[in-house]
């Protein structure tokens, strides 16, 4: 990528807009009247620098954030748990289906673009913070080390998106005009640099600079925690498992995390589940990393417009039917009729908490007041085929709340990362590493179904490394659904060829006695696995080109 020139246009076109202001000095050098010496001189003045450097993804996507609209629920609809239907991030579809391009545009560029910009900012602090004067020099140390945790993220999330096969450029000091055109470093270098950065904050000793965990009013600081858990994920993507399994045992044997229990009293099995993702359980102890409000226009942009949403999830039936029975079999196990039942009626008996805690199905009357859905009545707004109406007949329930329909928006956190996350990485680890009968995948396993009201893993059915593999893929995307793993977890296991490519389906339409038909996808891989560049960026730089397939 032409990376400095790229920027450097950017910067000139917000002179025609902008005097000053503290993102200036993050994303070029002597902003018009005032160079960095006169900027980088006060603790204050880079405290605000310092959130120029933060952009978190968000749940839904929020129009107030001009960073970059990354919204890993609607991102699911790039994966076989959803169908996105909208007027807005459109080439989530194209990457869906396999039709995206080069010059699809959207999430495609925006992203390769802005995470550089942002990766920017974080080397202009790195490269200035020393000039500065600090009353309490340890929190000079702790800002430097949040920001190096932010240019680790966002290099991780390029590597994640465009450059699985390849790699990304690596980029540890702002650029200059000669260092326009940045080659690639490969996987193997990204990951090396990746874990120095993150193993460089997790042993830091002090406190003050970076606590395991920050205290509740703080804890939209990096943390070492936060670290751990980047570190966790970045080997698990790569399949690092030595990595990742000791990353995810000391977050396990520091008993910081736990697993939310709800205070509520009532008799819904499935109320753990349920309130984690509600106002009652906001502040709890799950979570490592979250978007404050990250959840804002949930409501608005995936309820269905009948209830004054946009309706833009459409929760596929593949998605629908990963969920146990209450007794804990898959359908795929039960008698072909009795699976045929299921799949027409999802809750014809008792199936997973989850499933209804997650999942509107047709019919719904009990979810939210004064209100049944009627994905198949043509005179109805819910309607599955107006726009507005969730498009496969199931709407996407979890994260809504009763509390935030008046307004269409909310105030609930967005989790990024949460601790059982944490289990399921370190069983995956372990069973991947051949040690599946290890008590602690039982044991683990065990702790998630039984919070959402299952029964314990069945060690008749599930006695091979095969069948324990099966067991805690299942329960990886039934207990993140809509969490912005999936698409990652498809691309991990390598089975993206069974999954996005054929027809998708919905709900079962009585009145056309099928199930609801959505659209052929046809993604092939290893190409699928990473996303185009932005075109104009291998037309500019001759040192780098498409990843593998494209």
């Known amino acids: 990528m032409k990376l400095n020139n790229k920027i450097t246009t950017w910067a000139f076109t917000s002179l025609l807009l902008l005097f000053c202001s503290c993102s200036d000095f993050l994303t070029r050098d002597h902003p018009t009247g005032v160079t960095d010496d006169d900027f980088w001189k006060t603790m204050n003045e880079c405290e605000t620098a310092l959130g120029q450097c933060k952009a978190w993804p968000n749940g ?4 107030s954030n001009t ?14 748990n959803q169908y996105f239907r909208s007027n807005f991030q459109t080439e989530v579809v194209n990457l869906a289906n396999g039709s995206a391009t080069p010059t699809s545009g959207g999430y495609i560029s925006k992203l ?20 500065a004067y600090f009353t309490l020099e340890y929190e000079r140390d702790r800002m430097k080390a949040d920001v190096r945790v932010w240019r680790a993220w966002y290099h991780m999330q390029l590597l994640l998106l465009y450059g ?58 990096m943390s070492r925690s936060s670290a751990l858990v980047l570190k966790m994920d970045l080997n698990l993507q790569f399949q690092k498992y030595d990595i990742a399994k000791a990353a995810a045992k000391q977050l396990i044997d520091s008993g910081v995390f736990e697993l939310y229990y709800t205070e509520l009293a009532d008799e819904d099995p499935g109320k753990n589940y349920r309130d984690l993702f509600n106002y009652v359980g906001k502040q709890n102890k799950e979570r490592i990393i979250f978007t404050s409000n990250g959840l804002n226009q949930f409501w608005f942009r995936c ?26 079999k898959t359908l795929q196990s039960l008698p072909a009729n009795e699976r045929t039942e299921y799949e027409k009626d999802p809750l014809y008996k008792e199936r997973d908490p989850r499933l209804y805690t997650t ?37 996407l329930k979890k994260f809504a709340s009763e509390q935030d329909r008046a307004s269409g928006r909310g105030s609930l956190d967005f989790m990024l990362y949460r601790y059982a996350e944490v289990l399921l990485t370190y069983v995956e680890c372990l069973v991947e590493s051949g040690d599946w009968q290890n008590p602690d995948v039982e044991k683990y396993i065990n702790m998630i179904r039984n919070r959402a009201g299952m029964p314990n893993m069945d060690k008749t059915v599930y006695n091979s490394q095969e069948k324990v593999r099966e067991l ?10 809509f969490e912005g793993k999936r698409y990652d977890d498809i691309r991990r296991w390598n089975i993206g ?35 185009p560049l932005p075109q104009d960026e291998v037309t500019a730089n001759p040192n780098i080109s498409q990843p593998t397939g494209w």
């Open 303 to 328: 309820i269905s417009m009948s209830l004054g949403g946009q309706g833009t999830c459409g929760v596929l039936k593949s998605f629908v039917d990963e969920f146990e029975t209450i007794d804990g």
């Open 112 to 131: 390769w673009d802005r995470y550089y910009e942002y990766i920017r900012r974080c080397n202009r602090f790195l490269e200035h913070v020393d000039n």
């Open 164 to 221: 699985r096969h390849d790699g990304i450029p690596i980029l540890e000091k702002s650029l200059t005009p000669t260092e326009n055109f940045m080659s690639r470093n490969t996987v193997e270098e990204c990951l090396d640099f990746l874990n120095r950065e993150f193993d460089a904050i997790i042993n830091i000793t002090d406190d003050n600079v970076c606590p395991f965990i920050w205290d509740e009013g703080r804890r939209a600081r």
């Open 359 to 395: 999942v509107m199905m047709p019919g719904d009357n009990t979810s939210f007041k004064n209100y049944t859905y009627t994905p198949f009545d043509v005179n109805s707004s819910d309607y599955y085929t107006k726009t507005g109406a969730p498009a496969s007949g199931y709407m």
């Open 60 to 63: 839904s996507y929020f129009t």
């Open 472 to 481: 805690y893929r299942r329960e990886r995307r039934v207990e993140f659904g």
């Open 497 to 531: 060829a069974q999954t996005m490519s054929g027809s998708i389906q919905g709900a079962w339409n009585p009145k056309t006695n099928s199930f609801v038909t959505i659209e052929e996808r046809n993604c092939t891989f290893p190409k699928n696995d990473s996303w």
């Open 67 to 80: 960073v970059t609209n990354v919204a890993w629920i609607h991102m699911e609809g790039m994966t076989d």
